[in-house]
C-alpha cells in the first residue's frame, strides 16, 4: 500500500469494523478477531480548543473516498461564483486557481477492501515540498509543511500561511487530530477518546482540553464520526459507527459500553 494516510483511516475503521478488515489481501487489525463492541471514554468529552494553527499539518498525502470527495467537485462545477475557502476571503481568480490546483493534486488510486476493489482519491504533494520556517514562530526548526497551507507571502490579499487552504474538504485524517481511536489491551473493544500525542506535542500544539461539555464541540465530533462513516461505508466496511452516532446524537454525554447486541451501559 502506499504511504499516504490511507493507513491511519484503514487503522481508525479496524478498531470500531464489525468485521475483520483486509487490506490487499492482509489483516489489517491488531488483533486476531474484531472488536465486540466500543467504549466511548470519558476524555472523549472533554472540550478540544485545536485553534486551527496548523503547525501539525505536515505534507502527508491525505485522501478520500468517492462520497467524500464528491461534494468539493459538485460545488466546483455547480457553485463556481460562491466558491468559499471558510472565512479567508480570497479574490475569485485565487479561489479558481486554488480550486484548479486542487483538483489537479488528486490521483485516484485502487485498493483491494476485503476482496473488493475501491477507490481512493489521493491529493499528492509534491516531492519538492519546500522546507520552511513555522509563521509567528522563529524559533522553532524549520521543516517541510503540507501544500495546502497557505504561504503567507502575498499580504495585499491577506492570505496568513498558518491557514488551510482546503479547510472545508479537509480529509477525515486532518478532521481528527485529537480524536484517537484505538484498541483496548486484550484487543475486545474499539476505544474512542480525545488525547494529544507524540506528534502534535513536538509540533508544539497549543490546544487544551477542558473538563466542559461543549455542544458545538460535541456537534463536530459527531460530524466528523460521521464522515468517518461516510469512508466506512464507501469502502463495504460495516462498523460501529451509526450506534456511537446514534447514543451522541440523542443525547449521551457520559463513558459507554456499545456492545454488538445494540445495548447501551454506562460506566
Ligand atoms: S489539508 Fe489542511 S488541515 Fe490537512 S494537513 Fe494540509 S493544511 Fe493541514
Ligand atoms: S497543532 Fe494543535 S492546535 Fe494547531 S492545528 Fe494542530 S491540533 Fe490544532
Redesign the pocket.
Known amino acids: 500500500m502506499s504511504m499516504d494516510s490511507s493507513r491511519l483511516i484503514f487503522k481508525d475503521l479496524s478498531c470500531v469494523s464489525k468485521d475483520f478488515i483486509k487490506v490487499e489481501g492482509k489483516g489489517f487489525t491488531d488483533s486476531y478477531s474484531p472488536v465486540s463492541g466500543i467504549k466511548i471514554n470519558e476524555s472523549f468529552f472533554l472540550k478540544d480548543s ?7 499539518c505536515v505534507p502527508e498525502e491525505n485522501v478520500w473516498t468517492e462520497s467524500t470527495i464528491k461534494p468539493f467537485f459538485d460545488d466546483l462545477e455547480i457553485h463556481k461564483e460562491d466558491y468559499i475557502v471558510d472565512e479567508i476571503d480570497f479574490p475569485f481568480e485565487v479561489k479558481m486557481d486554488l480550486a484548479k490546483e486542487f483538483v489537479d493534486s488528486i490521483e485516484e488510486r485502487s485498493v483491494i477492501v476485503n476482496g473488493v476493489e475501491k477507490s481512493l482519491f489521493v491529493s499528492v504533494q509534491p516531492k519538492d515540498t519546500p522546507i520552511v520556517t513555522f509563521y509567528g514562530d522563529p524559533k522553532r526548526k524549520p521543516m517541510k509543511r503540507c501544500r495546502w497551507l497557505n504561504s503567507g507571502e502575498d499580504h495585499t490579499i491577506g492570505i496568513h500561511w498558518d491557514k488551510c487552504k482546503i479547510h472545508p474538504y479537509r480529509s477525515v485524517t486532518c478532521r481528527i ?2 480524536m484517537r481511536i484505538k484498541t483496548s489491551q486484550d484487543g475486545n473493544y474499539g476505544i474512542l477518546g480525545v488525547q494529544s500525542y507524540g506528534r ?1 506535542w513536538q ?1 508544539g ?3 487544551k482540553f477542558e473538563q466542559v461539555i461543549d455542544e458545538n464541540d460535541i456537534k463536530s465530533k459527531i460530524n466528523t464520526l460521521s464522515i468517518l462513516k461516510q469512508y466506512a461505508d464507501d469502502l463495504g466496511i460495516e462498523t460501529y459507527l451509526p450506534e456511537v452516532i446514534r447514543y451522541l446524537e440523542e443525547g449521551g454525554r457520559k463513558s459507554c459500553l456499545i456492545e454488538k447486541s445494540n445495548s447501551f451501559t454506562l460506566f
Do not use: S, V
Request: glycine letters at 8%; proline letters at 7%; a neutral charge.
Open positions: 485545536c485553534d486551527i494553527c496548523g503547525r501539525c487530530p485529537h502534535n509540533l500544539c497549543t490546544a
